[in-house]
């Protein structure tokens, strides 16, 4: 393996780094040892929003760049040095902007909601009681999961046909509707694979003269952008041991394991121990 060249990982979290219903990483930390061995880059690419990433990067003592809600946002810590265009700076990082404003997409929703006549909720109108009980998360978090700034999660309670109608309508109205594990996302112009392409970018600009070798790691739709935009693309199975059918891309590599376990496998099999 080159040792000139800059290595950098986008992981998705939940259901891919984290476990499905405990968000653990613990089935992962021998290839999350490897990569801090290796000094490769670990982004988090998450719908999780900005503080709700920040939890996850202390715990894993992680000071790279990351990506929150769907490719809503990119923060790079100013203190890391890389020199590109941002839209604004936000306790230490630089903020690029991709994703629609908040109050853009609730007034959307509620357009839509009406519209299709559809029962459908955003994470706004659960209680902090009821994300609890949806998602598993602790409180705290359950609190930072409802702050979002460029998206805006919900659960649709309908038929098949229901879902296929609030896509098409969401279509329609110019915006963008991906999933995740738990939630539906509305969203503006992005997506995780938006994302990584700016950031990859922004290091080609600031290492001219280095190569960049990408990887992503991820388990639902909301990810499919995200592999396309990488080298090596790992899918890993999703809680109850299945892949997600729609995702499909060429080279894409089926890991063996669920979550985090694929994950470790995957790292693991790729950079080695
Ligand atoms: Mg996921």
Redesign the pocket.
């Known amino acids: 393996m080159n040792n000139n060249e800059i290595k950098i990982v986008f992981t998705?979290?939940?259901?891919?780094l984290l476990d499905h219903s405990t968000y653990s990483y613990s089935e992962a930390e021998k290839a999350l040892k490897s990569l801090r061995e290796k000094s490769i880059h670990l982004v988090l690419c998450?719908?999780k929003s900005r503080d709700e990433i920040k939890i996850y990067r202390d715990k894993l003592s992680n000071n790279e760049p990351f990506i929150s809600e769907n490719g809503g946002a990119i923060y790079i810590p100013e203190k890391y040095g890389l020199k590109c265009d941002f839209d604004k700076t936000d306790n230490g990082f630089l903020v690029v902007e991709i994703g629609s404003e908040y109050k853009i997409l609730k007034s959307a929703f509620e357009q839509i909601k009406i519209k299709t006549g559809i029962n459908v909720k955003s994470i706004a109108e659960f209680t902090v009681d009821e994300i609890v009980e949806l998602t598993g998360l602790r409180r705290e978090e359950a609190c930072l999961a409802q702050k979002k700034e460029y998206s805006l999660p919900f659960i649709i309670d309908g038929s098949e046909e229901d879902v296929k109608n609030i896509q098409d309508e969401i279509s329609l109205s110019g915006f963008n509707y991906t999933e995740?594990?738990r939630f539906a996302y509305l969203m503006g112009g992005n997506d995780k694979g938006k994302a990584v392409n700016i950031l990859v970018d922004i290091f080609r600009k600031n290492y001219p003269d280095t190569k960049i070798l990408t990887v992503g790691l991820?388990?639902?739709l909301?990810?499919l952008p995200m592999l396309e935009a990488v080298d090596k693309k790992f899918l890993v199975k999703k809680e109850f041991g299945n892949y997600e059918e729609r995702i499909k891309v060429g080279d894409l590599i089926y890991v063996d394991g669920i979550g985090p376990v694929g994950w470790n496998k995957a790292i693991l099999g790729l950079f080695g121990k």
Do not use: I, R, V
């Open positions: 998705d979290l939940d259901g891919t998450s719908s995740g594990a991820g388990d639902s909301n990810d």
